[in-house]
């Protein structure tokens, strides 16, 4: 079983040596004279409890137990005190200590004290693992150990425990948005309610109103005769995600502006007032202020929404994190795909590192798909991955002009003349848009589902490369 381990902190020796002696039975104790000692011990060892007279030599309890909170926020502190100091107890008490006991100790009293703080420990670390098997079973991994990363991720379990504050998340498609308004959902304390995401883009402009906060029964011919519960509704408690926030029409946005100012919104055709609590998580890989300069974005609402900003950095500016990210993806792979890959051979990973990843996460984690499905072994060769090396790994033989061929299918055959490897792949892609659209009838919501990129990326990119089709 798991031995508790506690500290005993008094300048007392007789205290000291007697509290410790008490306590050595059932727990790992150490006792210390002064707070400094202690706090110093802590750098080494992290005690589950602390117990800390109030009168010591140097720094007092109260200063002391100041500095354990702010380095330990987690530890519990037992304060000693002399005399009933009520004064003194209750700001302690304020300053996040657990309990207090009074001298002369009562050691029966101080058991009974100590057996409620470490039910207090015991039941925290029960919660928190659930909350981690909860996480594990809802959603994929977070990979990143770039710096760039790790202070985003450092927001997001900041941001987790507040969690009624609205966060807009920016970044750049395909690079985890929507993973971290998941993340920061499951590490708050609601995470048993509900997630609820909405993509503003797939959803028709007139359509939105009813969709986010639900239409009254006969609200409009073709109405569901009992009505429709919305979203927002549907996330009471939890957390409502608003995908692509900047594809908002007008009235919607004026509507949710509504909402997040009382919590308060009407059904489509209703004139019930409903009451919802949730927070709100938007993302968006638009610039929303230039967006609100240009009239496309109300002002009010971006600072309503705009509480804490995440930025997610793109892939290439974690360049440290790609070769992590692919064998997190490959381990994934191997699982679906019954393959045994244990590793990435070097010239792959470094192509990886080179390539400039438009798609960022989503883009890494197709190409490692497509990879893994299609090859065999236990190395994931530069062949398999199917990406070019940068440039600059070529050998030096000379190039002569390099033709700027149309992709007609098949890989294009190098010779000593070279290509131009950027138009070969926008002819591949002006490919890919183009038939994606032939078949889905010219709607840009599905072609774009069927590329797996976003509608925004497969516009600006239909008309960089294809006007003159368009
Ligand atoms: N740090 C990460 N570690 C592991 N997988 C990740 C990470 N970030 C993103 N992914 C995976 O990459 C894919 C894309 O992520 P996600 O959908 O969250 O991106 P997004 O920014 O919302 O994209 P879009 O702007 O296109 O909506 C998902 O499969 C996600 O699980
Ligand atoms: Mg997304």
Redesign the pocket.
Known sequence: MLQYSIYIVDDEEMVREGVATALKKRYHVEAFATAENAIEAMENSNPDLILLDIGLPGMNGVEGLKEIKQRHPENLVIMITAYEDLETVVSAMKLGAYDYVVKPLHMETLLVTIQNALETIRMRKEIQALQEQYINEN??????ESNV?QSVMKTVNKVAQSPTIPIL?S????????????TIHYRSSNYKEPFVAV?CAAIPKELIESELFGYEKGAFSGASVSGKKGLVESAQGGTLFL??IGDLSSEAQAKLLRFLEGGEFYKVGGTKKYHVKTRIVS?T?KNLLKMIEEGGFRGDLYYRLAVVKLD?PSLSQRSD?IVL?AK??LAEFNKKYNKSFVTISTDACEALVAHPWK????Q??NIIEGASLMANGHELTIEDLGIAGEPSHRTGETVESAPNPEFEGGFPTITHSGIDLPAVIESLEKHCILEALKVVGDNESRAAEILN??R??LRYRRKKLCCDDA
């Open positions: 959603i994929p991994g977070f990979i990143g990363i998340i970044g750049e498609t395909g690079t985890g948005k929507e993973l971290i308004a998941s993509n995908d692509e993302a890989n997610v994190d990210i997190y993806f798609g960022n996460i989503r890494l984690r990129i976003s925004d990326t």
